[in-house]
């Protein structure tokens, strides 16, 4: 599975914007797409997921009412929409994906998969 993200750049706070991942490949239409984030200094943060073969999704708790993760899967695209922005949210973001989904919980770092190569977003204050 490759997977190319698109988005990303340098927002003032309160500011918006939208990433996306398309995935090529094997992909698995029962899988998990998400993103995850890695802020300087800072231990990586799993962002956002969404279950490719029913919709549901996880939010980390710093993001839950301000970031939007969708999915066109017949594009096997995912998006994340990112609003009122915060300099906390400067970080480099990574689209990851995985096959099935884990029912309780999103996905650790060791397991996902597949990895984009990372988009850097600066958020200014």
């Known amino acids: 599975v490759q997977l190319v993200e698109s988005g990303g750049g340098s927002v003032p706070a309160r500011g918006s914007l939208r990433f996306s991942c398309a995935a090529s490949?094997?992909?698995?239409?029962?899988?998990?797409m998400g993103w995850v984030r890695q802020a300087p200094g800072k231990e990586c943060e799993g962002v956002a997921t969404?279950?490719?073969?029913?919709?549901?999704?996880y939010y980390a708790d710093s993001v839950k009412g301000r970031f939007t993760i969708s999915q066109d899967n017949a594009k096997n695209t995912v998006y994340l929409q990112m609003n009122d922005q915060e300099p906390e949210d400067t970080a480099m973001y990574y689209c990851?994906?995985?096959?099935?989904?884990?029912?309780?919980?999103?996905?650790?770092?060791?397991?996902?998969?597949?990895w984009g190569q990372g988009t850097q977003v600066t958020v200014s204050s």
């Open positions: 990851a994906a995985r096959p099935g989904w884990i029912l309780s919980r999103p996905p650790r770092l060791y397991e996902w998969n597949y």
């Open positions: 490949g094997h992909t698995y239409s029962s899988g998990s």
């Open positions: 969404v279950y490719r073969g029913g919709g549901r999704t």
